[in-house]
């Protein structure tokens, strides 16, 4: 049986989020999925936007508030929210609150942070309603 604290994994900073990698081949050895928890402080955006070309990704807020992008579509989301980013999706979280916000992200199957594509020519739409 293999149990980890999330403190027992190394936080690296990427744009707007710390990330701890919970379950991948070297924290818990996973092989068919992965996870990772993040952190995005107040007014910050996770970046670049970016897709998932081998496969899914879900993510769950813990606590905080704030705006999803999917493609064109923006969305409201607040701890309790799962959301969907389909393969090939392009996406992006913002924190719109005040308080950090915590996610739980999901990958099937495994990936990394080296497996994304990005997009640096896409910003998260400011001009949306409630930014």
Not at 103 to 128: L, Q, R
Request: proline share 5%; charged share 25%.
């Amino acid at each position: 049986m293999t149990i980890i604290h999330e403190t027992d994994v190394a936080e690296v900073q990427h744009p707007g989020r710390f990330m701890r990698w919970l379950a991948d081949k070297d924290s818990l050895r996973a092989n068919n999925l992965s996870a990772c928890v993040i952190r995005v402080m107040p007014g910050e955006t996770v970046r670049p936007a970016h897709s998932h070309p081998e496969g899914e990704e879900l993510i769950y807020i813990i606590t905080g508030t704030g705006k999803v992008m999917i493609e064109t579509e923006v969305g409201d989301v607040k701890a309790g929210s799962a959301v969907l980013f389909e393969q090939n999706k392009v996406h992006m979280l913002r924190n719109t609150g005040n308080e950090e916000m915590k996610v739980i992200c999901f990958f099937a199957p495994a990936t990394g942070i080296d497996n994304y594509k990005t997009f640096d020519d896409i910003s998260f739409p400011d001009n949306h309603p409630g930014l």
